[in-house]
């Protein structure tokens, strides 16, 4: 095989597993955070008396009694939390979570499969992430899709040159043993 006549440095053995791990600290940081939302969702959400409490001290801070707006707000939150969306936003955070500790980990050990993996959701996310641009612009939105943009270029190129070894198939040979 030839090689290219230009190869980017950051594809360069030494710097691309520096970016590798980068990349896998990334989405291992990112699920610690999602760990920390889910089960934050699901306790708040399991303990009735802490939700008063967040609600009242809620309402002293902002003046409650004096904003119909503000109590049209709070009733159309508690009519959410009442009806189990924020409990099953609490278990899809939990299940994303371990998909990217899954990704983050298998990354650092440099598995093929995981950089694969990485590559799919991570690539599955931009459409939602210029939706929400879309709708939304902001500087925080465009550096995340830049981000997941980059990390779906880099690990693509790293996969597309390291090509897995050909399996050879050795045949086995029948030997007499006494």
Known sequence: MSKPA???AILQEPRRHRYLKLIALFKI???VLLLLL?????FLNARTRWMDAISDWTADEILLEHSKAVTYLLNKLQAVLAGGTLRATGFLALFYTAVLFTEGIGVYMQQRWAELLMIFATAALIPLEVRHLWHRPGLVGVLILLANC??????????KRDKPKAHVVHRSELVETR
């Not at 889910?38 to 699901?42: E, F, I, R």
């Open 150 to 159: 980059f990390i779906v270029w880099f690990l693509y190129r790293v996969l």
């Open 29 to 31: 940081g990112k699920g």
């Open 6 to 8: 230009h190869e980017p």
């Open 38 to 42: 889910g089960v934050s969702l699901l």
